[in-house]
């Protein structure tokens, strides 16, 4: 393998300020959507009293576990001692900061008390799993900025494995943390499974890896650098199989539910009758997010293809929106079984009269700031490979792979 | 004559005098020994732990004495549907304390009706997850959520299995000084605290009960009507399975 050499992004300016603007116009129509939701308060949103965690913790669940996935790559050349991925760290790491800190914004401006952040960072019930969460997020942030010194200061570089390992060990640990948010949920049905930690781990591997995927390629293409077919086939195999395992998580999940009659009520409202809930699992999650993009990325020609790995990586990310939308909001929607043997005929609170499903109908604002933190995400990414040496100057098939041609 | 002059100057100002320390010192001995003398001033112990038995086979079809009582009480009435809400959405986001649930048994067809709210557990999930701990247990069997920790996550609502909580979705104009509320913060039911604290008897709910149906009182007091009735006859936990150890117990379903 040659000397791999790191250049600032140089798109010419006026495409990259233009870019940024873009960007910076979207983030200030989420702001205003935020200081509209917090100066009224959360009666301009969809959420309620039933559905209390709607959009916009789809959006920040989502890129919280995209994150640590985006992680994964800088881990492949580091921990497992992967060359070829090795020149792939720096991006690596920097998306995983980025929409970390975009997703827990989005959550922060979503509290009912935004300016109570400092309760949060000051005040701690250890037996919450979010208090533990606050710890590892930070925890994170710190750890992926010191792997990044190892990466780019050549004096630091004799810990590069050993903060590698680190963070790897740590974002496994995080993403446990963020499925257990709702894996310790015992009172709902289509939480309370220990399964869904490592559901969460293996989904952050496909949606981090489909982020890293399309703005490597953008960035690249951007500005004419050589992105090699031997690297990008080896990442969208990767993609291909942490999909195929994502699929096989959700058959044991379901299989799991079917298995208990207790459970057949909730499974039947996933999967059968549950209005947009059980099409967003069918069409969003299972059919676009999972058996399309598989077999693009394993079809012989599309999945050789540029536009191929582009549509597959889109995809998956639409697919990992919808699954967050199944089980964060499809698990609220679902009646609670107050009254298991019963069934509730009348209700001065709804609870889901008949079994009928509990309301939520998004709202504008809701999405606007989930999409602020997406556009969040992207700007500092941007600026950042800007500023700073982010970015291989060339990743073609001669330079990443020592036995090439 | 200047002699008796100055006697009565003196004594007028020995007099004020007087006057006024009494009147600066006194206020403050009051206060101080009224707020001595409410419960209020002394620590909360365990040695009470205050619950609700409901008898559905009272309950009545169709009232809902306690659902307002509770409202007034708290000041939960004092809240309008802001401007430019449609009723459903207000429906669904306004703060409801306790409500009415009209159940069928699905082997029996067995029709109950009753009152269903915070059910005061001796194990919350509501406080097990809330990661500042404003939503606490106090030693009285009270659960009940800490205003000035609570950031409105609503991590609390997501696990309680009695979806009790109500999360204040608008701004708040108007509340009582003894309960206090604001927007963007979680609140449920508190067996009517306020009372607790200065030494007033019952609930709400259960005053305005005129069927009987709900009975307040100290689970710890073997002397209590509420033990006495949970001894005489059967009585269920809701959610039983989970094991929580409620303080509101229900007959008849």
Redesign the interface.
Known sequence: MKKIYYREWGIESPRYWGLLAVLTVILAVAGFAVLHMEHEGHWVTGMNNEVVWGVPHVFAIFLIVAASGALNVAALGSVFGKHIYKSLGRLSGLLAMTLLLSGLLILVLDLGQPSRLIVAMTTYNFKSIFAWNIYLYVGFLVIVAAYLFTMMERKAQRFYKGVGLLAFVWRLILTTGTGSIFGFIVARPGYDAAMLAPMFIIMSFAYGLAIYLLVLMFTFDAEGRALGDKLLGRLKSLLGIFVSAIFYFVLVYHLTNLYGTENHEYEAFILLNGGIYTTLFWVGWVLLGMLVPMAILFHPALGNSRGGIIAASLLVILGGLAAMYVIVIGGQAFPMPIFPDKIILESGFQDGIGGAALYYSPSLPEFLLGIGGVALALGVTLVAVRMLKFLPASLADEVVDPHHG | MSEKIDQNRREFVSVAGKAAAASVVAPGVLLHSIAHAEPRAEPVTDAVRYGLLIDTTKCADGC?DC?SACDKENGLDLLGK?DG?TD?????????WI?????????SGH?SSLP?MCQHCEHP?C???????ASFRRADGIVMVDRH???????C???????A???????IKVKLSAVPRG????ESCTLCVHRRDYGVAGTACADACEHGAILFGDLNDPNSDITKALQERNHTQ??A??KLNTGVRYRG?
């Open positions: 809902s659902v802001p809400a459903e959405d207000w429906a669904r986001q306004k703060p409801r409500r009415t649930v009209k159940v069928k048994d699905r082997l029709v269903l999930p406080v097990d997850v809330c990661p500042t701990g920790t609570c950031i409105g996550c609503r991590y609502m997501m696990a309680c299995p009695y979806k909580r109500s999360f204040i979705h608008e701004n927007k963007g913060c979680v809701l959610r399975d989970l379903i």
